[in-house]
């Protein structure tokens, strides 16, 4: 997508600045208050990510690489590096996927689900406690409403964007080119 495909009228032009400078703080301070919470355990917030999504109902049997990037959205280079050192600690299992022996499917060990229930769950529900005050029940819902819808845009244009990438690689067009 180029700049030119959108114009935007400078009043939502300047709120939009805003809002997105506002979000990448959000994420910042969770990244950098979220790893001090559970910094104890040697764990950093995409870590306790990865052993949450690992404790959802539909992964009791394990997730493999690709339902995992799917689910916390991260780009499987990224995901590689944290599910080794996470295997190295002894968090995670990792093995080749029954259903498919070209995937792997990784699994939360006894220790990671001992240190994700007793020592990482408590802990994140004071910081949620403390990072939600003065949120009625009712501004959380909107919050995550407007998280959802903003969410879902992203990732059509993410999409977008792999399709585009995807089209270079195989010396196509993009749809850019084809306009």
């Not at 050192?85 to 990792?94: K, N, P, Q, S, Y």
């Not at 964007?161 to 080119?177: I, L, P, S, V, Y």
């Amino acid at each position: 997508m180029n700049s030119t495909d959108h114009t935007m009228p400078p009043e939502r032009l300047a709120i939009a600045e805003q809002f997105f400078f506002r979000l990448q703080q959000c994420a910042n301070m969770l990244q950098k208050t979220g790893t001090r919470v559970v910094g104890d355990e040697k764990l950093t917030t995409q870590q306790c990510a990865v052993l949450g999504a690992l404790t959802l109902p539909r992964a009791q049997a394990g997730m493999s690489v690709g339902e995992l990037t799917r689910h916390l959205m991260v780009s499987r280079q990224n995901l590689a590096g944290v599910i080794s050192r996470m295997e190295r600690a002894g968090f995670l299992a990792v093995a080749p996927d029954e259903r498919d022996r070209r995937s792997r499917l990784i699994t939360i060990t006894q220790r990671g689900r001992g240190v994700w229930e007793d020592l990482v769950t408590p802990k994140l529900h004071r910081y949620y406690d403390q990072a939600l005050s003065g949120f009625q029940i009712e501004d959380i819902n909107r919050s995550l409403s407007s998280m959802l819808r903003l969410l879902d845009n992203m990732a059509a244009m993410d999409s977008d964007f792999r399709q585009d990438e995807e089209q270079k690689a195989a010396g196509g067009n993009t749809r850019q080119d084809q306009t």
